[in-house]
């Protein structure tokens, strides 16, 4: 044990398993090696995905972030940046953009423990496999048997990645977020599929609907649009396993490309007093030795490569990582500049309103790019 046993930091993380088991077992790790004691409190995933990171930072010295934050927190200078003068990235071999999605303004912000994206979810213990376009989506959602979790901000992502499907993801830069032709076809292929599924999906997260999935009356098959959680590949007490596979392209044999990425990264806060000790700790937990060892055995979704081909990690997750990775390494990064996260939350409320009464998409993805140009840089 090192001579920083009386250092003591706080942390906050989002309440479920992936989010604060992987934590929990790389901080007794790090405490045999070091003496640094750290302890971690939980949030919500609706207040993960929401809550101003400069109030977190307030309180905590480590802070589990989404990559969205990152040009809010830089205007505010409420985290510090994780690289240095002649750093290099490679310890830090993240899947698809999950490293790059994190560095703004030439610094990077944090680094990605967790690695995930739009996917499909399926039972494989009631069906041979996931469908394999979107045809074959629509003929199970027509038979009841499929979810699709709509609770703000999760529709706004499901927008996104039927875009990114189409080849035309939205544009972070220029006069318009959405494309209007590809946007009207997304929003269309999404209000088919919102009229199909269970109405309660409107207040489900992909938690609620990977739940309901895997209870052992659930009529649900197939949830075609969702971020992928290895924790359901496991067996449980509660309901059955849950595999996961690539995106289903529009039409058989397209790309399964323009996923939107999701995942978390950790990050310092810049009020933190012992600001070398918790960089240390990100650094390692963001390394293949953890993310392989212990973030692994805790229950987590790296965001390593070297844990992603891990045959072990596969073999006891119904190959969540191999079956996925494509659709990682082809996912698209979300807008990142300060106001992103207002747009996000009023765009997502937007989209319910619009789904709930039918709206016609011309002028839904108006009224999207709308909002999105007034917190345009």
């Known amino acids: 044990m090192g001579d920083e046993h009386s250092i003591r930091l706080r942390g906050m993380t989002w309440d479920h398993p992936r989010g604060y088991g992987p934590l929990a077992a790389c901080s007794a790790a790090w405490f045999e090696r070091t003496g640094v004691k750290i302890e971690w409190e939980r949030r919500s995933l609706q207040d993960f995905e929401s809550f101003p990171v400069a109030e977190l930072a307030a309180r905590y010295d480590l802070i589990v972030i989404d990559h969205p934050h990152v040009g809010q927190v830089t205007r505010e200078g409420c985290?510090?940046?994780?690289?240095?003068?002649?750093?290099?990235?490679?310890?830090?071999?993240?899947?698809?953009?999950?490293?790059?999605?994190?560095?703004?303004?030439?610094?990077?912000?944090?680094?990605?423990?967790?690695?995930?994206?739009?996917?499909?979810?399926?039972?494989?213990?009631?069906?041979?496999?996931?469908?394999?376009?979107?045809?074959?989506?629509?003929?199970?959602?027509?038979?009841?048997?499929?979810?699709?979790?709509?609770?703000?901000?999760?529709?706004?992502?499901?927008?996104?990645?039927?875009?990114?499907?189409?080849?035309?993801?939205?544009?972070?830069?220029?006069?318009?977020?959405?494309?209007?032709?590809?946007?009207?076809?997304?929003?269309?292929?999404?209000?088919?599929?919102?009229?199909r599924v269970d109405p309660q999906c409107v207040g489900w997260d992909p938690i609620a609907v990977l739940e309901r999935?895997?209870?052992?009356?659930?009529?649900?098959?197939?949830?075609?649009?969702?971020?992928?959680?290895?924790?359901?590949?496991?067996?449980?007490?509660?309901?059955?396993?849950?595999?996961?596979?690539?995106?289903?392209?529009?039409?058989?044999?397209?790309?399964?490309?323009?996923?939107?990425?999701?995942?978390?990264g950790l990050a310092v806060s810049a009020h933190c007093r012992e600001r070398a000790a918790a960089v240390a700790f990100v650094r390692w937990t963001a390394g293949a030795e953890a993310q392989c060892g212990p973030y692994l055995a805790g229950g987590g979704q790296p965001a390593h490569r070297a844990a992603w081909g891990d045959q072990r990690a596969n073999d006891a997750s119904l190959d969540f990582y191999r079956n996925t990775r494509a659709t990682l390494e082809g996912a698209w990064v979300r807008p990142r500049h300060a106001g992103c996260m207002d747009f996000q939350h009023h765009a997502s409320l937007r989209l319910n309103e619009a789904l709930a009464a039918g709206e016609p998409a011309t002028g839904l993805i108006a009224a999207l790019n709308r909002l999105y140009l007034e917190v345009s840089p």
Do not use: K
């Not at 394999?132 to 027509?142: E, M, P, Q, S």
């Open 213 to 264: 999935m895997a209870a052992s009356d659930s009529r649900a098959l197939c949830a075609p649009l969702i971020y992928g959680y290895v924790s359901y590949t496991r067996q449980n007490a509660t309901g059955a396993r849950v595999a996961f596979a690539d995106l289903a392209p529009l039409e058989r044999g397209g790309p399964c490309a323009g996923s939107a990425l999701g995942g978390t």
């Open 79 to 195: 985290l510090a940046p994780l690289d240095a003068d002649g750093d290099s990235d490679a310890p830090f071999d993240a899947v698809g953009a999950s490293l790059a999605s994190y560095r703004w303004d030439e610094r990077l912000w944090a680094l990605p423990i967790d690695a995930a994206a739009q996917v499909q979810a399926w039972r494989p213990d009631r069906l041979p496999a996931a469908p394999t376009d979107w045809a074959g989506i629509v003929d199970l959602a027509v038979r009841g048997a499929v979810l699709c979790p709509l609770r703000p901000p999760h529709n706004l992502m499901t927008l996104f990645t039927l875009c990114g499907l189409s080849g035309h993801p939205p544009r972070e830069r220029g006069a318009a977020l959405f494309d209007p032709q590809a946007g009207r076809a997304a929003y269309e292929r999404l209000r088919e599929l919102a009229a």
